[in-house]
């Protein structure tokens, strides 16, 4: 007999969407006790909930008091974990669901995008111990004066790694739409294919740079507790992806995925004359609007002359490109453009670490398809390219070939101090 | 200037029914705010909401987890408040809202239909002292463990009366659709006249018999506290009706009004034969699945043998209905037959108390219309008749015009130690 666990399941929006969706989440869960598991479930509001939500405050003003807005979308968790626990009841497991403020699962206030500062353990463990299918509304706690927060989009990732964390859960299974995490988006790419194991290292990258799998804080939630994170999908029984630490994993890969994001914009100030102090008078106005500038590139100097560039979230584009509108003058440069077309495509993978030729594989393979790379920017374990947003895709599909992701484990290799040597990374050009 | 004043305003279901409306019980406190007043507004949930969530765990199953239920029930008022906070903090009203459990509205833990043991004033007079406009969720409350609990239909109006209650406000406006206490259901009377103002006992005798104006329990709570009601309507700015103790009724009348109501259903033992303990046998189990009986009459002898009928609520009927075939071979009665096709008209007023006539006015004006009269029950303030269904339209507005209430004050009179004489009340007949 299988050895009985302490199991965190978290399902998703798609997955209770709708009263047969949430029939089939208690189905999952129901089998999953049935094999002597101790089970805590963690769900999203139905698909689009949220957004209906939003839209409503969005009705009332384009502001809307942070606090309130919280209140208010606290009731889509609310709702499925209580109709979760109906239908556990009625196919006779007993159940009982939590809300943020009941588990305790402590928060500060940051309405919106509260970040939790620690849960308590013991109305779960109480529940588990009277045999209960613990059901607890993610995306939601209270602060200290028992004011309802919320986490911000996909926080309900980060509730259940929370929560397995509090409880030491033995895994936690994030069960969503997808299949898992795929070494390029299948949508853009038909060669994708799903990974059996990734590193919290590598999911961050990821997470942070396209792949929307798992909420970012999640990870980081999940690499600091160390919690085993298992992502599949909830409309099959396919193995899915784990996310764990990369000394455990058993199938090492150089290259791990190929992200693509189109969520920066790019400001250009062109001819901006070489004087001491010029990043600052650029970049001071923006940063004190709490905007976060991520790829800056200077260009070779030519008469005394230089265009220094820069990408900024979309959403902030306007206040930047406003805010440097107002610089222009100050520092005497010619003009400042703007560019929304423009995407990031992005290398992730650990070997990176221990394996070189990475970045002149990426550039010659974009040379060769005559993609022009803007900006450039790296971290340990990532090389990220700035391109034209029309060639998204296709940098996307040739990377892809380009560090022989298209077949399976052929990038597979033990990189440092294994036996095996690591496979020959060649770029086609 | 008016002098300040401490207000809890209520809104039911149709006065937060969409965002239009919300805008408009905002404006409503925001006028009362403006005047000075501290003001603590109860919401219940959109109109429809309660009876959509209520379907959607039908489809679950036909008994659900009544914790659960509550769980979701108790986000139909989570969202107004919300929503009603956004909106007047989009005017410019500080405004903040709390849930049952922030404020904290203590119950017992009948999930349902809890009744309130306390509430906490503390949070509400700290956010009042902040000069914010406080928002609270009616209908909801939580036990000692922290469960989400509700109070039952109308439940709202309870927890406006308990806050007002316990914050102890100067007054307490119960805003509805319809614009106050009427001498009868308008619906069914066109004569129908709003009362000005009407006493805590006709009011609990009115609403348990068929006014839907509040629930019961509210008027209970807001005697047992002395808390001054103002039911009006939200749709306009029309004076409604207060309802107050009996001896600060200003202009005192007779008969306060004309109900019916088609919630019971008749049950009769046909030809019981009269042997002591025979009544104990056909009410003990009726008593013991908690089944309320109310009338019971028991037909004139005629050869040793007598017909019992009783009336037991309406949803009750079923139940009520096999546990008495069991019994009628026990007693040796020739048969049990059920009848849905009544109605209870009823004409309440504390004038009552000191005026003769009332009844045989009742009696008489029905026999003018050829209503048979099933059975009769009394209180000290109410005489109630029981009649075939169909009559009970022609019998409220017969006995309408019976009591003088036709006609705008014709009924009105100081009736008891006053200066004035009672009006002389004679049936048509």
Redesign the interface.
């Known amino acids: 007999m299988e050895k009985m666990a302490l199991i965190v399941q978290k399902y998703g929006g798609t997955s209770v969407a709708n009263?047969e969706r949430i029939k089939e989440v208690a189905r999952r869960a129901a089998k999953t006790f049935d094999r002597g598991n101790d089970i805590v479930v963690v769900l999203s509001a139905m698909a689009g909930e949220t957004d209906r939500f939003i839209e409503?405050?969005n009705?009332?003003?384009h502001s809307?008091?942070k606090?309130?807005?919280d209140?208010?979308l606290?009731?889509g968790e609310?709702?499925t974990?209580?109709?979760l626990?109906?239908?556990l009841?009625?196919i006779g497991y007993p159940s009982?669901?939590l809300?943020g403020?009941?588990v305790k699962i402590h928060t500060d206030s940051f309405f919106g995008s509260a970040r939790i500062a620690d849960i308590d353990s013991d109305n779960i463990k109480k529940l588990l111990g009277q045999k209960k299918i613990v059901i607890i509304a993610g995306f939601q706690g209270c602060d200290q004066h028992?004011?309802?927060t919320t986490l911000g989009r996909g926080g309900s990732d980060t509730s259940a790694v929370a929560v397995a964390a509090a409880i030491k859960a033995d895994k936690c299974e994030i069960y969503t739409d997808v299949e898992g995490v795929f070494t390029a988006d299948p949508n853009i790419c038909s060669k994708a294919r799903k990974l059996k194991e990734i590193s919290y290292e590598e999911m961050l990258e990821m997470a942070s740079i396209g792949a929307k799998v798992l909420q970012t804080r999640s990870v980081e939630f999940a690499k600091k507790y160390n919690v085993a994170l298992h992502v599949r999908s909830s409309f099959n029984d396919k193995e899915g992806t784990v996310v764990l630490e990369e000394n455990l994993i058993t199938e090492k890969m150089v290259v791990a995925g190929i992200t693509s994001s189109k969520n920066e914009a790019l400001i250009t100030f062109k001819k901006v004359p070489d004087t001491p102090g010029i990043a600052a008078k650029i970049f001071k106005p923006i940063a004190e609007a709490n905007i976060i500038v991520d790829m800056i590139v200077q260009n070779s100097l030519k008469d005394q002359q230089t265009d220094i560039s820069f990408t900024v979230p979309i959403s902030d584009f306007k206040k930047a490109f406003e805010l440097s509108e107002k610089v222009v003058k100050k520092i005497a440069s010619q003009e400042v453009v703007g560019d929304k077309n423009i995407a990031r495509v992005s290398v992730t993978g650990v070997g990176m670490k221990s394996h070189s030729g990475i970045a002149s594989t990426m550039f010659s393979a974009l040379a060769q398809e005559n993609i022009n790379i803007i900006i450039v920017s790296t971290s340990e374990i990532r090389i990220s390219c700035l391109i034209e947003a029309k060639y998204a895709e296709l940098a996307v599909r040739t990377l892809h070939t380009a560090f022989n992701l298209d077949n399976d484990k052929s990038n597979v290799s033990l990189y440092y101090g294994g036996k095996k040597t690591a496979p020959k990374i060649t770029a086609k050009s």
């Open positions: 009263l409503l405050a009705r009332i003003s809307v008091n606090r309130e807005l209140v208010l606290a009731t609310q709702s974990v209580a109709l626990a109906m239908t009841e009625s009982a669901s809300l403020h009941q028992q004011n309802i």
